[in-house]
């Protein structure tokens, strides 16, 4: 018996990019899935755009306060019918073979949780790509969250992540922090002892910050929200979350060696790891302008990543204070 599946969106206003994630939906190979929509609390009207797909997919709409995301998804799982729950983003546009390989995948890699990767649409502008590049590329964060050679602990994402519904009710479902809810959710499985893996044929476009600034704050978020996850998990902290900070002190001690003592071998190194991002993402991208904007984006993440993850720890670490009183934000409303 092939695996049942119900998709859990949560989403907030974000109704072009619904109407883009719903389309991709009908052109599944396989049309036997049902799509919850939790509409979470948003500030326009999502219904115009599902009543041009009720006749076409099986949705069931569902409209709840302001919350979050992680609370919405609780909220779009207890309502599930299916044996097996998956979770994508508002904002993300799946392959027509998305569902017949996920049932595939189910079947021939016993798990019981699983994530996907996401990749750069063609029709994605210039900026997209080149944000797309940087937090997937194996010079910067994106390169050490895991991949199909660790697939016993790849941490699955919740723009492309799926759970057994009885695994999910087991561990709570997503816990009551509002960003870094989808790895603190893994490490959870994994303290409870359930498997999670990677399935490489399930990516998704993620169109993720549409420019710098915006993507600058999200990236800040996540390395705000990273010691707390190391609390959290003591058992599966890592050094390597600890580089964009390395990286931003590295350069701005360069400056300091430039100008105190005329040395420029550590911007020499940060030279060096320019050229490889420029030429690699021209190599990925064949594009030379997005490669051009993948450097300022790699930096960007890097930066902000650094930043918020070096500010959390201090607070935590250094001040003491509880997660919930250094980074409010970063909690669901009770």
Not at 274 to 285: D, P
């Given at each position: 018996m092939k695996p049942t599946i119900s998709i859990v969106v949560a989403i907030f206003n974000r109704k072009d990019e619904l109407f883009e994630l719903l389309n991709s939906l009908t052109q599944q190979t396989d049309k036997d899935f049902e799509i919850i929509i939790v509409d979470d609390g948003s500030l326009i009207d999502l219904k115009p755009t599902i009543k041009n797909f009720e006749e076409i997919l099986d949705i069931k709409y569902f409209r709840k306060d302001n919350s979050g995301p992680g609370l919405s998804r609780n909220y779009g799982a207890k309502r599930a019918e299916n044996e097996w729950l998956v979770f994508v983003d508002s904002d993300v546009i799946v392959e027509k073979d998305y569902i017949e390989n996920i049932k595939k995948d189910i079947v021939e890699i016993p798990c019981d949780a699983f994530g996907g990767a996401d990749k750069a649409h063609k029709g994605f502008n210039l900026m997209q790509k080149a944000i797309s590049y940087s937090m997937t590329s194996v010079f910067t964060t994106g390169g050490i969250r895991g991949n199909k050679k660790a697939v016993s602990k790849f941490q699955p994402r919740s723009f492309n992540m799926g759970v057994k519904k009885e695994v999910f009710e087991k561990v709570g479902g997503f816990s009551e922090m509002r960003i870094g809810e989808d790895p603190d959710l893994s490490m959870t499985l994994w303290e409870k002892g359930f498997t999670t893996a990677f399935f490489d044929n399930i990516g998704v476009y993620h169109k993720r910050r549409v420019d710098f600034g915006k993507f600058s704050k999200q990236v800040y978020q996540f390395g705000c929200a990273r010691p707390i996850l190391n609390q959290r998990h003591p058992n599966y902290v890592k050094i390597s979350f600890a580089f964009p900070t390395l990286f931003l002190l590295g350069y701005i001690f360069g400056f300091i060696e430039y100008f105190l003592l005329k040395e420029r071998v550590?911007?020499?190194?940060?030279?060096?790891?320019?050229?490889?991002?420029?030429?690699?993402?021209?190599?990925?991208?064949?594009?030379?302008?997005?490669?051009?904007?993948?450097?300022?984006?790699?930096?960007i993440q890097m930066f902000s990543y650094g930043y918020g993850f070096l500010k959390s720890w201090f607070l935590l670490n250094v001040m003491r204070m509880k997660p919930e009183d250094a980074f409010p934000k970063h909690f669901h409303k009770k």
């Open positions: 550590v911007l020499t190194f940060y030279g060096f790891y320019t050229f490889l991002v420029f030429f690699h993402a021209l190599i990925v991208t064949k594009n030379i302008s997005i490669a051009g904007m993948a450097v300022i984006s790699t930096y």
